[in-house]
């Protein structure tokens, strides 16, 4: 006999199907793009299956980029969408709409429920940048008598860090949620200058790959456990950590994530592919097995919780960024990010940036108080393993990462993609 969970995995799985059905007719009667682009592979769209939904070419960046006006569908109105642009990490920065006739926060506060989160409680966020005063002013009047507080990463500094501890102490907020980068930096400011905070229930990270070291670090300068999720511009919401972090729960009856080789077949558990995913419920601007442009493993095990919904693993990197060797061979960033995973226990931050001529600079920043010499001779012997000492590589100790696109990628390249 199936136990309730069980049940209600098959539910949310048939629910999945029935919303992928419904998008793609839509999307094929509303939108030019997916009317043309369907109507050589589609026989009978009131009737799409499983097979049928396999067949449809997925929509790629390029695509995206070149055919906005023809994939947004007919007669949206102003308050009923939300354009918003890519940073272009994974390749040419990209726009869509976002459907605001679904309340994306009602996925937000599943997942806040699963840590034990409640709307009630008061929350501190880290952004890049500084809000405007009208946005500041929305918030608070929107939130009341919720009270949020906020730190702008742009202007992380001991003086602004210890202001936003005091905020933080006297408010005691259940959640501090932000972007990976600059919630690994304040952790660092934390425990670089003995800083303490009042501990949330649990601190929520998102736009980038986490690694374990940033995520030790996290929980020892918050005192508070990490949830990893993933997301990005054109999909908020797509999956998740629950308490037991044993991988990330898609959000299965709002997304649709398949796993592809190269020339987009199905690949299997524990195997690396391209990530394409379906919007279930963006039907202002489709996206259709879009190729987002990161690569992912799914797990068929299941987590211990109450939880009826898949688990992914952790995205690990972005498929448009990689190691370039001379001899036509490229290193993905996700098999670096495994790599230091692996040796980095004193090393802050790195960043790899590969010249013209294809030597790469290691650039690293060394924990306070901390001799990296042999760390950095063991990561440099890895990389020369890896690249078949193909290439010369150098290490640079720096006080400060690049920055590019709002973000700390791991690779910066001059070299054509």
């Given at each position: 006999m199936?136990?309730?969970?069980?049940?209600?995995?098959?539910?949310?799985?048939?629910?999945?199907?029935?919303?992928?059905?419904?998008?793609?007719?839509?999307?094929?009667?509303?939108?030019?793009?997916?009317?043309?682009?369907?109507?050589k592979?589609?026989?009978?769209?009131?009737?799409?299956?499983?097979?049928?939904?396999?067949?449809?070419?997925?929509?790629?960046?390029?695509?995206?980029?070149?055919?906005?006006?023809?994939?947004?569908?007919?007669?949206?109105?102003?308050?009923?969408?939300?354009?918003?642009?890519?940073?272009?990490?994974?390749?040419?920065?990209?726009?869509?709409?976002?459907?605001?006739?679904?309340?994306?926060?009602?996925?937000?506060?599943?997942?806040?429920?699963?840590?034990?989160?409640?709307?009630?409680?008061?929350?501190?966020?880290?952004?890049?940048?500084?809000?405007?005063?009208?946005?500041?002013?929305?918030?608070?009047?929107?939130?009341?008598?919720?009270?949020?507080?906020?730190?702008?990463?742009?202007?992380?500094?001991?003086?602004?860090?210890?202001?936003?501890?005091l905020?933080?102490?006297?408010?005691?907020?259940?959640?501090?949620?932000?972007?990976v980068?600059?919630?690994?930096?304040?952790?660092?400011?934390?425990?670089?200058?003995?800083?303490?905070?009042?501990?949330?229930?649990m601190?929520?990270?998102?736009s980038?790959?986490?690694?374990?070291?940033?995520?030790?670090?996290?929980?020892?300068?918050?005192?508070?456990?990490v949830?990893?999720?993933?997301?990005?511009?054109?999909?908020?919401?797509?999956?998740?950590?629950?308490?037991?972090?044993?991988?990330?729960?898609?959000?299965?009856?709002?997304?649709?994530?398949?796993?592809?080789?190269?020339?987009?077949?199905?690949?299997?558990?524990?195997?690396?592919?391209?990530?394409?995913i379906?919007?279930?419920?963006?039907?202002?601007?489709?996206?259709?097995?879009?190729?987002?442009?990161?690569?992912?493993?799914?797990?068929?095990?299941?987590?211990?919780?109450?939880?009826?919904?898949?688990?992914?693993?952790?995205?690990?990197?972005r498929?448009?960024?990689?190691?370039?060797?001379p001899?036509?061979?490229?290193?993905?960033?996700?098999?670096?990010?495994?790599?230091?995973?692996?040796?980095?226990k004193?090393?802050?931050?790195?960043?790899?940036?590969?010249?013209?001529d294809?030597?790469?600079?290691?650039?690293?920043?060394?924990?306070?108080?901390?001799?990296?010499?042999?760390?950095?001779?063991?990561?440099?012997?890895?990389l020369v393993?890896?690249?078949?000492?193909?290439?010369?590589?150098?290490?640079?100790?720096?006080?400060?990462?690049?920055?590019?696109?709002?973000k700390?990628?791991?690779?910066?390249?001059?070299?054509?993609r």
């Amino acid at each position: 006999m199936k136990t309730e969970k069980e049940l209600l995995s098959e539910s949310v799985n048939d629910l999945n199907f029935k919303k992928r059905q419904t998008l793609v007719k839509h999307a094929f009667k509303n939108s030019a793009f997916y009317g043309k682009k369907y109507a050589k592979v589609l026989d009978d769209v009131d009737l799409i299956s499983a097979e049928d939904f396999l067949k449809l070419p997925p929509l790629t960046r390029e695509e995206l980029a070149n055919n906005f006006n023809s994939i947004k569908v007919k007669g949206l109105k102003p308050w009923q969408i939300r354009k918003v642009t890519s940073s272009g990490s994974t390749g040419q920065p990209v726009s869509v709409l976002h459907d605001l006739r679904f309340p994306i926060s009602s996925l937000q506060w599943r997942i806040l429920s699963w840590w034990g989160v409640k709307p009630y409680e008061n929350q501190a966020f880290i952004y890049r940048y500084k809000r405007s005063l009208l946005k500041r002013i929305g918030n608070t009047i929107m939130w009341w008598p919720t009270r949020r507080i906020f730190l702008p990463g742009a202007e992380m500094n001991l003086a602004h860090v210890k202001r936003f501890v005091l905020k933080i102490n006297g408010l005691k907020p259940a959640l501090l949620q932000g972007y990976v980068d600059v919630m690994y930096e304040f952790a660092l400011f934390l425990l670089d200058h003995n800083l303490k905070i009042h501990p949330p229930k649990m601190v929520w990270v998102t736009s980038a790959p986490l690694l374990e070291h940033q995520r030790r670090i996290m929980e020892k300068a918050f005192e508070a456990p990490v949830c990893d999720q993933y997301g990005n511009t054109e999909v908020l919401l797509i999956a998740a950590e629950c308490p037991n972090q044993t991988g990330l729960h898609i959000l299965q009856d709002a997304v649709h994530i398949e796993y592809v080789d190269d020339n987009y077949q199905p690949v299997p558990p524990k195997v690396t592919g391209k990530i394409l995913i379906t919007d279930l419920n963006n039907y202002a601007f489709p996206l259709i097995r879009y190729e987002v442009g990161d690569r992912g493993q799914y797990s068929l095990g299941q987590c211990e919780c109450h939880i009826p919904l898949p688990i992914m693993y952790a995205v690990k990197g972005r498929q448009a960024v990689t190691l370039q060797l001379p001899s036509g061979l490229g290193i993905k960033s996700e098999h670096l990010h495994l790599l230091f995973e692996k040796q980095i226990k004193t090393i802050r931050e790195i960043q790899l940036l590969q010249k013209k001529d294809y030597s790469v600079e290691l650039h690293y920043i060394p924990q306070i108080n901390s001799t990296t010499t042999h760390e950095v001779n063991n990561i440099i012997k890895s990389l020369v393993h890896r690249t078949r000492n193909e290439i010369k590589i150098t290490p640079i100790k720096v006080n400060s990462v690049k920055i590019l696109n709002n973000k700390k990628p791991l690779i910066i390249s001059e070299l054509p993609r």
